[in-house]
T-cell receptor
Framework: KQEVTQIPAALSVPEGENLVLNCSFTDSAIYNLQWFRQDPGKGLTSLLLIQSSQREQTSGRLNASLDKSSGRSTLYIAASQPGDSATYLCAVAGGTSYGKLTFGQGTILTVHP | GAGVSQSPSNKVTEKGKDVELRCDPISGHTALYWYRQSLGQGLEFLIYFQGNSAPDKSGLPSDRFSAERTGGSVSTLTIQRTQQEDSAVYLC???????????FGQGTRLTVV
C-alpha cells in the first residue's frame, strides 16, 4: 500500500526566504507526483505535476524535483511572500494504487511579513 | 464550465437523514474522484471513476456511502442515514484520464447535527 509522508508538518518563515518542502513515498512505481496548495476553507489548487520520467518542473518561483528511485520529491519556493501562506500537499498516482491519488498529510506554511 | 463545480457548497443535515452531493467535472475528463477531508485530517480517498470501467469503491467507509456517475459526466455521492462522524469536507476532482493532472472543486462542507 502506497504511503506518502510530508516533512515538516508546519513551517514558519520570514518573508523573502527560500524554503524547501519534502515529500516521500514508499512505492516507487508511480506514474506522476503532483503538488497542490490549499487555502483555508478552500479546495485544492494544482501547482506542479511531475511525470515519472521527469526530474523537475518549474513554474514561476516554484520548482519541484522528483527522485523516483529513492521515493522523494521536494518543492522549492523562492523569495517567499505572505501570499504563499497555505497548506501544501503532495500526491502520487500509480503504483499499487492505479488511477487514484494518494496524499500526504500536508505542510502548513506561514510566511510572515 | 472552466473548472470542477460542486454543489451545494455547504450542507447542514440532521443525524439519520440522507444527503446527496453533486460534482460536475471538467468537460471531457474521463476520470472522476471523490475524497473526504475531516477537520485537521488528510485527504481520504473514497471512490474513483474512469470512463466506462467499474469504479474503484475501495475507499468507501461503509455501505451507507454510494456514488454514481451518469453518462460519464456528473457524479452524485449519496450518504444514507448520516452520522456525526460523516461531518467533513467532501472534495471532487477530475482529470483527462487515469494518472494525469487532477483538478479539484471547492468542496462541499457537510455538517451533521
Amino acid at each position: 500500500k502506497q504511503e506518502v509522508t510530508q516533512i515538516p508538518a508546519a513551517l514558519s518563515v520570514p518573508e523573502g526566504e527560500n524554503l524547501v518542502l519534502n515529500c516521500s513515498f514508499t512505492d516507487s512505481a508511480i506514474y506522476n507526483l503532483q503538488w497542490f496548495r490549499q487555502d483555508p476553507g478552500k479546495g485544492l489548487t494544482s501547482l506542479l505535476l511531475i511525470q515519472s520520467s521527469q526530474r523537475e518542473q518549474t513554474s514561476g518561483r516554484l520548482n519541484a524535483s522528483l527522485d523516483k528511485s529513492s521515493g522523494r520529491s521536494t518543492l522549492y519556493i523562492a523569495a517567499s511572500q505572505p501570499g504563499d501562506s497555505a497548506t501544501y500537499l503532495c500526491a502520487v498516482a500509480g503504483g499499487t494504487s492505479y488511477g487514484k491519488l494518494t496524499f500526504g498529510q500536508g505542510t502548513i506554511l506561514t510566511v510572515h511579513p | 464550465g472552466a473548472g470542477v463545480s460542486q454543489s451545494p457548497s455547504n450542507k447542514v443535515t440532521e443525524k439519520g437523514k440522507d444527503v446527496e452531493l453533486r460534482c460536475d467535472p471538467i468537460s471531457g475528463h474521463t476520470a472522476l474522484y471523490w475524497y473526504r477531508q475531516s477537520l485537521g485530517q488528510g485527504l481520504e480517498f473514497l471512490i474513483y471513476f474512469q470512463g466506462n470501467s467499474a469504479p474503484d469503491k475501495s475507499g468507501l467507509p461503509s455501505d451507507r456511502f454510494s456514488a454514481e456517475r451518469t453518462g460519464g459526466s456528473v457524479s452524485t455521492l449519496t450518504i444514507q442515514r448520516t452520522q456525526q462522524e460523516d461531518s467533513a469536507v467532501y472534495l471532487c476532482a477530475s482529470s483527462p484520464g487515469p494518472n494525469t493532472e487532477a483538478f479539484f472543486g471547492q468542496g462541499t462542507r457537510l455538517t451533521v447535527v
